[in-house]
């Protein structure tokens, strides 16, 4: 299976700030890796496919880059609803895996 | 609008089985593959069954191949997760999710539903 690897674990962060995730696997995926948003409670929300693609609905601030290996999820201008868990997940080999998360928390 | 809602989670026993459900509303779901997906407490998404859209083919991570088996009834636009002997590591929320590419199992989920509840314990 291919490994996924995020970092940093967590992170704080204040309203406003830009922030950086990122995500490595374990072989290159070409660019088959999403992006999804997880609050507690909630329903996840798939954000970005295709590494850089934007899911209908999802605001501008968010963005992703990367081929191959390693992958940047970036939020500009941080809002309080962003405040949440986020994993990668890649979809160019069976089975799917997903990244172990960021934890992404108020400073 | 696309939406899904999962039903039947619970506290069962070690050994015992609960069937999952989850209806769709918003698309048919015998156009699109159906994935569930768990988070154990305190830990990240793990896949756990697909469904594909067109020949019905099924898959299954390791961890729950031989006692887990997902269907769907068309008539009802939902899709189901029978588990068998479980297990109190499948102690989780199970989500349930719709694959993007219409007749492709393209494996990118780009809906979930909010999820149900699964405890496993005596």
């Known amino acids: 299976d291919i490994q996924m690897t995020q970092s940093p674990a967590s992170l704080s962060a204040s309203v406003g700030d830009r922030v950086t995730i990122t995500c490595r696997a374990s072989q290159g995926i070409a660019n088959y890796l999403a992006w999804i948003q997880h609050k507690p409670g909630m329903a996840p929300r798939s954000l970005i496919f295709a590494a850089s693609s934007l899911q209908s609905g999802v605001p501008s601030r968010f963005s992703g880059s990367g081929s191959g290996t390693d992958f940047t999820l970036t939020i500009t201008s941080l809002q309080p609803e962003d405040f949440a868990t986020y994993y990668c997940q890649q979809y160019s080999a069976y089975p799917p895996t997903f990244g172990q998360g960021t934890r992404l928390e108020i400073k | 609008e696309v939406q899904l809602s999962e039903s039947g989670g619970g506290l069962v026993q070690p050994g015992g089985s609960l069937r999952l459900s989850c209806t769709a509303s918003?698309?048919?779901?015998?156009?699109?593959?159906m994935i569930w997906v768990r988070q154990a407490p305190g830990r990240g998404l793990e896949w756990v069954s697909a469904?594909?859209?067109?020949?019905?083919?099924?898959f299954y991570a390791d961890s729950v191949k031989g006692r887990f088996t997902i269907s769907r009834d068309d008539s009802k636009n939902t899709v189901y997760l029978q588990m068998n002997s479980l297990r109190a590591d499948d102690t989780a929320i199970y989500y349930c999710?719709?694959?993007?590419?219409?007749?492709?199992?393209?494996?990118?989920?780009?809906?979930w539903g909010q999820g149900t509840q699964v405890t496993v314990s005596s």
């Open positions: 469904l594909s859209p067109t020949r019905g083919t099924t």
């Open positions: 918003g698309f048919t779901v015998d156009t699109y593959a």
């Open positions: 999710a719709k694959d993007r590419t219409r007749r492709f199992l393209e494996w990118y989920f780009d809906s």
